[in-house]
């Protein structure tokens, strides 16, 4: 294997190998075998790159195979397109969830002023924004996440994009 820095890295960030296990969603045992030089694939390197938050390249002091530093170029396009992939559908969903938000305000506002609903129809507005939001949260925490995980596996989470 090429020389490794993943224990240097690991080190300037003040975390334990079983902090680093846990924070990539790898073993301790596999965090032995990197920081020993064994190795390992791709997808688990890009798990600790992920952690660590550097570029994959940036685990190794020197790439000693042409095919290796291939293999590293590859997975980080590779990386990259599955994370825009996964925000693009992220995107998608919060633009039907504010298109369908649009609605449900323009149709509160044309029926308080039209219709003899009384006071308590503006409470639509909130109540769409307010626990939308929080169905919306909760969709993603408790299902979608885990698809988008297996559909993009070298991708994760983007809770920027859910505000």
Same mark, same amino acid.
């Given at each position: 294997?090429?020389?490794?820095?993943?224990?240097?890295?690991?080190?300037?960030?003040?975390?334990?190998?079983?902090?680093?296990?846990?924070?990539?969603?790898?073993?301790?045992?596999?965090?032995?075998?990197?920081?020993?030089?064994?190795?390992?694939?791709?997808?688990?390197?890009?798990?600790?790159?992920?952690? @660590? *938050?550097?570029?994959?390249?940036? $685990?190794?002091?020197?790439?000693?195979? =042409?095919?290796?530093?291939?293999?590293?170029?590859?997975?980080?396009?590779?990386?990259?397109?599955?994370?825009?992939?996964? *925000?693009?559908?992220?995107?998608?969903?919060?633009?039907?969830?504010?298109?369908?938000?649009? @609605?449900?305000?323009?149709?509160?506002?044309?029926?308080?002023?039209?219709?003899?609903?009384?006071?308590?129809?503006? $409470?639509?507005?909130?109540?769409?924004?307010?626990?939308?939001?929080?169905?919306?949260?909760?969709?993603?925490?408790?299902?979608?996440?885990?698809?988008? *995980?297996?559909?993009? =596996?070298?991708?994760? =989470?983007?809770?920027?994009? @859910?505000?």
């Amino acid at each position: 294997m090429n020389e490794s820095r993943i224990a240097e890295l690991r080190r300037v960030k003040g975390w334990t190998q079983e902090r680093l296990a846990t924070e990539s969603g790898i073993t301790v045992r596999t965090v032995q075998r990197l920081e020993a030089g064994n190795d390992a694939s791709l997808e688990t390197i890009s798990l600790v790159a992920k952690a @660590l *938050d550097v570029q994959v390249g940036d $685990l190794f002091k020197s790439v000693q195979t =042409p095919k290796f530093s291939e293999a590293v170029d590859g997975l980080e396009a590779r990386t990259q397109a599955d994370q825009e992939r996964r *925000d693009s559908v992220i995107k998608g969903i919060l633009l039907v969830f504010r298109g369908l938000g649009i @609605l449900v305000t323009f149709g509160t506002v044309i029926l308080a002023t039209t219709g003899n609903f009384g006071w308590y129809i503006w $409470l639509l507005i909130p109540a769409y924004w307010g626990v939308g939001n929080l169905l919306l949260e909760a969709v993603f925490r408790l299902s979608l996440d885990s698809k988008l *995980d297996a559909k993009y =596996p070298l991708s994760t =989470p983007n809770r920027k994009l @859910l505000g």
